[in-house]
T-cell receptor, first 112, second 113 residues
C-alpha cells in the first residue's frame, strides 16, 4: 500500500474550475484505476488504464478525464462538466487487470 | 454489466461472536471475488479473496465461501474484536472484456465490547 500515493489529501473546487488529482505508484504495476466513493455507497469505477498511453472509461466517466503518459502516474482531472464532484476519490493499481488491486490513501474533493 | 448486492448494510455483534456478510453477483462468468476492509477515512485494504475454482478459503479468523451455482459468496469473521469494526466491501470481477471489479455497497460492522 505504501507504494501508492495520492495528493492532495483535501482539495477544494470553485464553480466552473477544473482540478487535477495526482496518483503515483512505485510498484511497477501496469494497471491503474480511479474510483469515486460517496457516503453509504460502494466504489464506482471512473477510468482505468491497462498500460501506458492507453485508458478506458469506467461506469461513471462523464465529467472526468485522465492521461497515462508514464507508467508510474495516472492523474485524474475533474472538469467543470462534473456537476456533483464532492466525493472521496481513490486511486488503485495492480500488476495486470486480473491481479489484486491496491489502493492509495484517497483525496477528498469538496466544492466551495 | 456485473451487479453486486451486499447485505446487510449495517451489522452489530458482541465481541467474541461471529459476523457474516453476504454478497450476490449477476454475471456467471465472474471469476474473482475479493473482500476489502475500510476504516473511517482510510484506504480500502484487501483482507481475503477467492477465485472461482475454489469453494472456501480461510485465513485465521476470516473465511470466505463461494457458491457458484447460486452466485453468492460470504465473508465470515469469527471471534470478533473491536478492531474488526470497519466497513467491509465485497467485489466481483468479470471475465473477458469486463474484467473490472464491481463493488458491493458495503457493510458497516460494529463490534461491541
Amino acid at each position: 500500500d505504501g507504494g501508492i500515493t495520492q495528493s492532495p489529501k483535501y482539495l477544494f473546487r470553485k464553480e466552473g474550475q477544473n482540478v487535477t488529482l495526482s496518483c503515483e505508484q512505485n510498484l511497477n504495476h501496469d494497471a491503474m484505476y480511479w474510483y469515486r466513493q460517496d457516503p453509504g455507497q460502494g466504489l464506482r469505477l471512473i477510468y482505468y488504464s491497462q498500460i501506458v498511453n492507453d485508458f478506458q472509461k469506467g461506469d461513471i466517466a462523464e465529467g472526468y478525464s485522465v492521461s497515462r503518459e508514464k507508467k508510474e502516474s495516472f492523474p485524474l482531472t475533474v472538469t467543470s462538466a462534473q456537476k456533483n464532484p464532492t466525493a472521496f476519490y481513490l486511486c488503485a493499481s495492480s500488476l495486470g487487470l486480473e491481479e489484486t488491486q491496491y489502493f492509495g490513501p484517497g483525496t477528498r474533493l469538496l466544492v466551495l | 454489466g456485473e451487479n453486486v448486492e451486499q447485505h446487510p448494510s449495517t451489522l452489530s455483534v458482541q465481541e467474541g461472536d461471529s459476523a457474516v456478510i453476504k454478497c450476490t453477483y449477476s454475471d456467471s462468468a465472474s471469476n474473482y471475488f475479493p473482500w476489502y476492509k475500510q476504516e473511517l477515512g482510510k484506504r480500502p485494504q484487501l483482507i481475503i479473496d477467492i477465485r472461482s475454482n475454489v469453494g472456501e478459503k480461510k485465513d485465521q479468523r476470516i473465511a470466505v465461501t463461494l457458491n457458484k451455482t447460486a452466485k453468492h459468496f460470504s465473508l465470515h469473521i469469527t471471534e470478533t474484536q473491536p478492531e474488526d469494526s470497519a466497513v467491509y466491501f465485497c467485489a466481483a470481477r468479470g471475465a473477458g472484456s469486463a474484467r473490472q471489479l464491481t463493488f458491493g455497497s458495503g457493510t458497516q460492522l460494529t463490534v461491541l465490547p
